[in-house]
């Protein structure tokens, strides 16, 4: 965006990674969904494409924001006149250090998981967002044992009822073919021959993509497809290594029977987790899928960055940070403007792409002396994403978030083809949950985005022999 704005001016990026990462088959669904895959290019075909764009293969050191100064790790140092940090978030990682918890973030995170996947035979999952529920759908031929903190599955995303609404498609042994998905992937040359240590997980790469577990074969050694089991409403309490469990003479459980049954087990493993509800499981190894943490390190040392609750950068309205001449986007940055009633943060690819975006005519317009309008994609949070092989689509405060009790839910389901819950308040709609082929998400978006009272329609809002597209057309 910045090199259509400034097409004389020398753009820098800088990246710790030889990739960038490119948006490709973009479609916009609605006024404020959008659909893309993310794919892996190398930097050279961005050079090619924008010439005035320098790309700099270089991890920053340090930031002196009173000098207008970068300083990168192979010693070079960099004045700037305008500075958008765009460097994501790093996974949570439930314990630092341990060579048998398995953080996945990027592509070489995705590529440890797989080989060592390919030599587990049970593996525990702790997480309940977008990543644990497509791995523990995605795996085959290994135990999982899912430890989430919620009382339903994929709690980021929905609520109980689409959570049982799902449940089926995780147990059944049958899957449908993926669709084929047509990505090329560029690695770093060699990367495959020498074994990645775990040290080399400090070096962030860059997010991964919505359909990043294509191409990974996800097989343990098991001959079985699927075996998941959850716990509920549990965090990991400790995790031990197998010498130090064998001294502490504890006992722990076989993978649940069909009826349940919970027997001691005989076989000893690598790691061992104790929940906080008591079970202690035995496990090849751990995978943490608990969130992201703003990656802020770099840039924090010797400059008075606000910096919001949950780690982030605070910005303003102009994607500002509170520095002057420095702007930040996407999972770095955390909105501290008061949004619209119907939208929120959240650190998803959909809305880095869109601050990134915005930020770039934000800095435009302030280098130029020009007002600017906030973006449109800030009025409505829209997000549309496959779980389970399931279209989804969440709109607005999806899951009554910030409503209070002061709402109401409605809901339509039909098992095995479509969920549709909406969230109502003083007649308005104000989000939805829609799982499957439903149609709905255009009129949905309209309906939140214009606050229309619905109370006249009650509940055949919702009643599937009524077109509902047709009344709000």
């Given amino acids: 965006k910045l090199t259509m704005e400034f097409p004389s001016e020398d753009i820098f990026l800088m990246t710790a990674s030889p990739v960038i990462k490119a948006i490709t088959n973009y479609k916009q669904v609605s006024k404020t969904l959008e659909e893309f895959d993310v794919e892996e290019q190398p930097s050279s075909l961005l050079e090619k494409r924008y010439p005035n764009i320098k790309v700099i293969q270089s991890g920053v050191k340090q930031l002196k924001s009173d000098e207008h100064k970068i300083f990168t790790e192979d010693g070079k140092e960099y004045m700037y006149e305008?500075?958008?940090?765009?460097?994501?978030?790093?996974?949570?990682?439930?314990?630092?250090?341990?060579?048998?918890?398995?953080?996945?973030?990027?592509?070489?995170?995705?590529?440890?998981?797989?080989?060592?996947?390919?030599?587990?035979?049970?593996?525990?999952?702790?997480?309940?967002?977008?990543?644990?529920?497509?791995?523990?759908?995605?795996?085959?031929?290994?135990?999982?044992?899912?430890?989430?903190?919620?009382?339903?599955?994929?709690?980021?995303?929905?609520?109980?009822?689409?959570?049982?609404?799902?449940?089926?498609?995780?147990?059944?042994?049958?899957?449908?073919?993926?669709?084929?998905?047509?990505?090329?992937?560029?690695?770093?040359?060699?990367?495959?021959?020498?074994?990645?240590?775990?040290?080399?997980?400090?070096?962030?790469?860059?997010?991964?993509?919505?359909?990043?577990?294509?191409?990974?074969?996800?097989?343990?050694?098991?001959?079985?497809?699927?075996?998941?089991?959850?716990?509920?409403?549990?965090?990991?309490?400790?995790?031990?290594?197998?010498?130090?469990?064998?001294?502490?003479?504890?006992?722990?459980?076989?993978?649940?029977?069909?009826?349940?049954?919970?027997?001691?087990?005989?076989?000893?493993?690598?790691v061992y987790v104790e929940l906080t509800n008591g079970k202690i499981y035995g496990c090849d190894f751990i995978v943490s899928a608990t969130g992201v943490v703003p990656n802020v390190k770099p840039f924090l040392d010797g400059n008075n960055f606000a910096v919001a609750e949950d780690g982030g950068l605070k910005v303003d309205k102009h994607m500002h940070t509170s520095l002057p001449d420095i702007y930040a986007a996407g999972d770095i940055c955390t909105a501290s403007w008061e949004p619209s009633p119907v939208w929120h943060q959240m650190r998803l690819w959909t809305q880095a792409r869109q601050m990134g975006w915005y930020a770039a005519k934000c800095m435009a317009a302030d280098t130029l002396g020009e007002s600017i309008d906030m973006d449109f994609s800030f009025e409505l949070f829209a997000h549309v994403t496959k779980f389970f092989n399931y279209k989804v689509v969440v709109l607005g405060k999806y899951n009554a978030q910030g409503l209070g009790l002061d709402h109401e839910l409605m809901l339509r389901c039909t098992k095995g083809q479509e969920y549709v819950k909406v969230v109502m308040q003083n007649g308005r709609m104000m989000g939805a949950v829609l799982i499957g082929e439903t149609d709905l998400e255009e009129t949905f978006e309209n309906l939140i985005l214009n606050q229309m009272d619905l109370s006249a329609y009650g509940e055949d809002l919702l009643n599937p022999d009524i077109d509902i597209e047709d009344y709000f057309d």
């Fill in 82 to 270: 305008k500075l958008c940090l765009c460097a994501g978030a790093k996974p949570k990682l439930i314990y630092e250090g341990n060579p048998y918890v398995l953080g996945i973030r990027d592509t070489d995170s995705a590529q440890t998981f797989q080989k060592n996947l390919a030599q587990s035979e049970r593996i525990v999952v702790v997480g309940n967002g977008g990543i644990a529920l497509e791995l523990v759908y995605e795996i085959q031929g290994c135990e999982v044992i899912w430890a989430i903190k919620d009382k339903a599955i994929g709690n980021t995303f929905f609520d109980a009822g689409a959570a049982e609404f799902l449940i089926p498609k995780l147990t059944a042994e049958n899957r449908e073919t993926p669709i084929e998905c047509k990505r090329t992937k560029y690695t770093m040359e060699g990367s495959e021959e020498k074994e990645r240590s775990t040290a080399a997980s400090d070096k962030l790469g860059s997010a991964l993509g919505p359909d990043w577990h294509e191409g990974l074969c996800l097989k343990g050694t098991k001959e079985f497809s699927h075996k998941v089991h959850i716990e509920i409403l549990c965090e990991v309490k400790k995790i031990y290594l197998q010498q130090e469990f064998i001294q502490l003479q504890r006992t722990s459980l076989t993978f649940p029977k069909e009826d349940k049954k919970v027997e001691p087990d005989e076989v000893l493993w690598p």
